[in-house]
């Protein structure tokens, strides 16, 4: 199970949300450049970052900086937030992300997804953000009518090969992953599922190791990291210690 610990960017700053509510946002760091790097230096070999700009708005806007975290460590980054057209995902790769996270367009344009599968495969990332069991769009700002079980379900049909689960109801509230959607969604999937939202404490990490054919692939940290709850060190030894 892989530790990626997630940096969130508005306005150039490193800042985390909570459940995805923009009037809740509290900035930790003013370099996310720094931030990345320290998470590579305690033995992330993945980072999850997001321009929450380019979320609300449709098309990345903190281009510098996803630049120039990409440029700073040695271990893949992925990127989401504004990925809704297959020329910005060429573009990020173009930068030396290795992955981008796309989400709103899943749900708007079936078959431009279907172009993103085509075209990018591993690269591309189907990101299901789930509200109350449905999918939230446009930076979580939106609500769809499809339930993240159902688009998780199409996505596999179309071509993805990973999804990110993130319950926003979780985002950022330390109160433990949501297992049960998890669950749900792994029933209907074989595709690999990356969990994000709700990590407070290392023995969340634990519940998630021993969920047998339901564990997934990876997991996102966030608030918990900059809280000081525990540290990326100490999350990648604990997941290391569960074994394969």
Not at 81 to 99: D, F, M, N
Request: glycine content about 12%; hydrophobic content about 45%; some cysteine.
């Amino acid at each position: 199970m892989l530790v990626l610990p997630a940096i969130d960017v508005r306005g150039g700053l490193c800042v985390r949300l909570a459940q995805g509510d923009y009037g809740q946002e509290k900035i930790y760091d003013s370099n996310p450049v720094r931030i990345a790097q320290s998470f590579e230096s305690e033995g992330a070999t993945w980072i999850h970052v997001v321009d929450l700009d380019g979320a609300k708005c449709g098309e990345p806007q903190n281009w510098e900086v996803l630049e120039a975290i990409a440029k700073s460590v040695s271990i893949p980054i992925e990127v989401g937030g504004g990925v809704r057209s297959l020329e910005t995902a060429r573009k990020l790769l173009g930068l030396g992300v290795s992955r981008v996270v796309v989400g709103t367009k899943l749900v708007q344009d079936p078959e431009l997804a279907k172009e993103f599968f085509v075209e990018f495969d591993h690269r591309v990332v189907a990101g299901i953000d789930a509200r109350n069991g449905n999918v939230a769009v446009e930076g979580w700002v939106g609500q769809s009518s499809i339930t993240a079980v159902e688009l998780a379900e199409r996505m596999q049909d179309l071509g993805a090969k990973r999804i990110i689960l993130t319950d926003i109801a979780k985002d950022g509230m330390l109160a433990g992953p949501n297992l049960e959607l998890l669950i749900q969604v792994g029933r209907v999937v074989e595709i690999p599922i990356i969990q994000s939202g709700g990590v407070g404490e290392l023995t969340d990490l634990v519940r998630l190791n021993e969920m047998q054919e339901h564990r997934p692939e990876g997991v996102i940290i966030g608030r918990a990291l900059y809280e000081n709850r525990f540290t990326v060190k100490q999350a990648v030894e604990l997941v290391a210690s569960f074994g394969s």
